[in-house]
């Protein structure tokens, strides 16, 4: 039962964050939905802990997961910051390409 | 039901509502705000099953880091002006009085064991097994960031 809810809640959350993706016009609201996706993945990771045998590996796992969506995400305000410092605008529409050419 | 699963049950159900909320509102910094609200609950979550360690590491790094800066960037770029005032000292009542209860409740019922230690060998081997690792974790999550603002300062100089 308790599986079952935590289960259904991350994938709720999961698809909202997904919804708040699509529908987002600026990045900071990206950055919200991406941190939404990462709370959707904090209730996925509590069912590990459940099992004896991996609790040791379910808290490494955790650890790990924790610092390193930390350190995407100030990645990600750290680029939000830049973007905002050159194009005075943080809407989507002004990011016309991706990747390094 | 216990009273385990129906407070996941509660924490579940509100979790999703502030992600809705999240999601429907136009601002950004209520977006922001649900959004720390719905990863406060993830680390109610954990709370609910004893697993302090990663409550704290989620709150700390999460809410308090990541989410405090994420409400600051959506306060700063803001399409929409805000509607209510909370200038004035009016609004600080409330918020004093509530504080008041809050804390009153939790020293009354919380039952802390706060042990002052001075022996430093126990010390040195508590530090030694986790907080080692922890501090490892910080300091290269520092730098790493700290690295990356500096190319990325250098590159928008040339």
Redesign the interface.
Known sequence: ??VA??V??SI??LV??Y??AI?SR?V??L??SL??M??SL??A??PL??IENLTTIA?GI??IA??TS??E???L??????L???TKT?ATDSIKVGGVK | ?DV??LS??M??II??LS??G??ITRD?LY??LY?SI??I???A??AV?G?S??LI??VL??VG???A??VV??ST?RYITPEISVAGPVWGIPAIVTMFIIGFVIFIRVPYDIRISYDWTAILDSFASEYV??TT?VV??IV??VM??VK??RR?GV
Do not use: W
């Open positions: 039962m308790m809810i935590l259904v809640t709720v959350i909202i964050g919804l708040i529908s600026d900071i609201r950055l919200i941190e939404i990462f709370a904090f209730f990771l509590i802990f459940s808290f955790a650890v924790i610092f930390g350190c995400l100030m990645a305000i750290s680029s939000i910051i830049l905002d410092r050159k943080t | 039901m385990t699963t996941l049950l924490i579940g979790a999703m992600a809705c999240s999601l950004n977006s922001a959004m719905t990863l609950l993830a680390a979550a954990y099953f697993i360690p990663v590491l989620i790094i999460f880091a990541i989410g800066v994420t960037l959506a770029h690792i922890l974790f290269t999550l790493i960031m990356a603002l990325f300062v928008e």
